[in-house]
């Protein structure tokens, strides 16, 4: 179910202004950056989240450059009409904007990637300005910020309380003002992420953000689950869903040598394949993420929410 061409900005926005959800997943070498294009994904994110994943890392800080590049390359040969995000390891662009401008510019030349992603709000606002007036797309990251977690006293769900929910809201708002072409949020009830994707013109997409976002992100290694150590609330493994559908296939094959030598369909790759596709209709239909895969918020903190100005910004805006 291949999606037949490659993603755009202005599409992008369009998806966003009608409603249509964007699917998105991770990818960090060839063979599965292949099985997501072939299953028709709209956007790869090359994420430092490969450190962990896919180099044993136990966190996203030790993850250099050199790694995220040679990463990128190799999704880039698996998926080459599919729009590619590079993610902006930790070191690459705290420093300077020349820093941010210089290494942004690698993911574009030398692994061939449509846009890149950096975290922070307000604090890198000028580096996604010098990004973007370098002509590449820079998608920003809120919420749980894996590179900076510890700030936030760890892996914790974020925008249940006023202050947090305001500070993401005017974060979100410089970044967009920065020239953002994108946003993503990380760990975090629908409700308040509903509203900040509702109050940016630019498309809002999230990873455990839940169901009032522009799109879904998932990381492979939990959709296929390839990775032992730990899978958060909102990750779904498809596997267990299309495996009578992959026994399925394997049995209208007499020969299965010859399905392997000739089709190379008899096995993990057509696996994957097939759990992407149903990743990607989930999301389509708004299946996924359904109640379970999202963080719930107490009534009381929601009620407490709803009294932000941002909150009544956002409903005057929408219903004009």
């Given at each position: 179910m291949k999606r037949g061409h490659k993603l755009n900005l202005l599409e992008l926005n369009r998806m966003k202004r009608t409603g249509?959800?964007?699917?998105w997943i991770t990818?960090?070498?060839?063979?599965?950056?292949?099985?997501?294009?072939?299953?028709?994904?709209?956007?790869?994110?090359?994420?430092?989240?490969?450190?962990m994943v896919q180099l044993g890392h136990k966190s996203t800080n030790p993850v250099t450059m050199d790694e995220m590049i040679v990463l990128a390359q190799s999704a880039r040969r698996g998926a080459p009409a599919t729009f590619i995000v590079g993610d902006m390891p930790q070191g690459s662009f705290e420093v300077s904007d020349e820093d941010a401008v210089r290494n942004a510019v690698r993911f574009v030349k030398d692994a061939a990637c449509d846009a890149v992603k950096l975290e922070g709000g307000r604090?890198?606002?000028?580096?996604?300005?010098?990004?973007?007036d370098a002509g590449i797309l820079a998608?920003?990251?809120l919420g749980l910020t894996p590179q900076s977690a510890t700030s936030f006293g760890g892996y914790r769900v974020q925008c249940k309380t006023l202050e947090s929910f305001e500070s993401t809201i005017e974060e979100s708002l410089a970044l967009e003002e920065a020239?953002?072409?994108?946003?993503?949020?990380?760990?975090?009830?629908s409700e308040p992420a509903g509203q900040i994707a509702r109050s940016l013109r630019i498309p809002v997409?999230?990873?455990?953000?839940?169901?009032?976002?522009?799109?879904?992100?998932?990381?492979?290694?939990?959709?296929?689950g390839f990775y032992a150590d730990f899978r958060p609330l909102f990750a779904k493994c498809y596997v267990p869903q299309v495996?009578?559908?992959f026994r399925d296939h394997l049995a209208r094959h007499a020969d299965l040598r010859r399905l392997g030598r000739e089709e190379r369909a008899d096995g993990l790759l057509t696996l994957a394949r097939l759990a992407l596709e149903e990743y990607v209709g989930e999301v389509r239909s708004g299946l996924f993420p359904g109640e379970e895969y999202c963080y719930p918020i107490e009534p009381g903190d929601l009620e407490i929410l709803e009294r932000s100005k941002y909150w009544v910004k956002t409903r005057e805006l929408t219903s004009t």
């Open positions: 249509e959800p964007v699917t990818a960090y070498d060839a063979p599965l950056a292949h099985a997501a294009e072939q299953a028709g994904i709209d956007m790869i994110l090359v994420g430092d989240s490969g450190g604090r890198v606002s000028s580096r996604v300005r010098a990004i973007a998608i920003g990251h020239g953002a072409a994108g946003l993503l949020l990380e760990a975090m009830p997409l999230g990873i455990g953000a839940g169901s009032q976002v522009d799109g879904q992100l998932l990381i492979m290694h939990d959709v296929l495996i009578d559908r």
